[in-house]
C-alpha cells in the first residue's frame, strides 16, 4: 500500500537520482484527479508518444488530445534525455489493464500476457510518455535511455521497489505495442543496476 509522493518530493527525489527537470506551467496541480482517486500507486509505466519534436511532444501530453484529455503522463521524457513535469496526480496514460498484471507488479513477480483490460491503470501507476514514433525505426539515444533508468528507478528508490515495478504499457494492456524500440527486461535490467 504505497501512497503517490507529494509533487515537491517526486520533483526532490528525481533530481537527486540525476534527472534533469523542467516543470511545465501549474504541472503540481494538473491533473485527472475529479475522474477518480490516484493511489495507491505501484508502479512506473513507460509508453512511446507516437510523435516527434520535443515541444510538440509536451504540448500534446500536457493538454491532450480531442478523444483524450491531458494530462497524458506524469512526465515527458524527450530524446535529449531531459524530464518534462506535465502533471502530477491521475493522468490518462495506462487505461483499463490486467488485473493478473497488477497483482503480479504488486508481488515483484514475473509478469503474466495481458490478456484483459479490467483494471483501472490510470490510479496505480506514475506514467512517462517518451518522445519517439514508435514505428520500432525512430532511435533511442542513450542520453533518453539513461533517463527514462534514472526515472524510473527514482521512483523505485522512495518506495522500496525492485525493477520489477517497472513496466511498459505493452505489457498492461491488450493490443498495445510501446514503448517499442528496446525491450523492457532491457530496461528492468538498467534499473535493477543502478537500484544496486
Avoid at 533518453?144 to 518506495?159: G, M, P, S
Avoid at 525493477?163 to 493490443?175: A, D, K, N, Y
Amino acid at each position: 500500500m504505497a501512497p503517490p509522493m507529494s509533487a515537491g518530493g517526486f520533483q526532490n527525489q528525481l533530481k537527486e537520482e540525476g534527472v534533469t527537470v523542467v516543470e511545465v506551467g501549474d504541472w503540481e496541480h494538473h491533473n485527472r484527479n475529479h475522474k477518480g482517486p490516484w493511489g495507491p500507486v505501484h508502479g512506473v509505466m513507460i509508453h512511446h508518444s507516437v510523435t516527434s519534436g520535443s515541444e510538440h511532444t509536451v504540448g500534446i501530453c500536457r493538454a491532450g488530445r480531442p478523444d483524450l484529455p491531458g494530462p497524458l503522463c506524469h512526465g515527458v521524457i524527450t530524446k535529449d534525455g531531459v524530464l518534462h513535469l506535465v502533471g502530477y496526480g491521475r493522468a490518462n496514460h495506462a487505461g483499463l489493464g490486467d488485473d493478473d498484471v497488477l497483482r503480479a507488479v504488486i508481488a515483484e513477480k514475473a509478469l503474466p500476457p495481458d490478456n484483459e483490460a479490467n483494471t483501472d491503470g490510470n490510479r496505480h501507476f506514475y506514467g512517462f510518455e517518451c518522445e519517439n514514433l514508435g514505428d520500432g525505426k525512430d532511435p533511442w539515444p542513450e542520453a533518453q535511455l539513461e533517463a527514462i533508468e534514472k526515472v524510473a528507478a527514482a521512483i523505485c528508490r522512495h518506495h522500496g521497489w525492485t525493477e520489477r515495478s517497472v513496466i511498459g504499457h505493452l505489457e498492461w494492456q491488450p493490443g498495445k505495442v510501446d514503448p517499442r524500440g528496446f525491450t523492457m527486461a532491457s530496461m528492468r535490467e538498467r534499473v535493477r543496476d543502478r537500484l544496486k
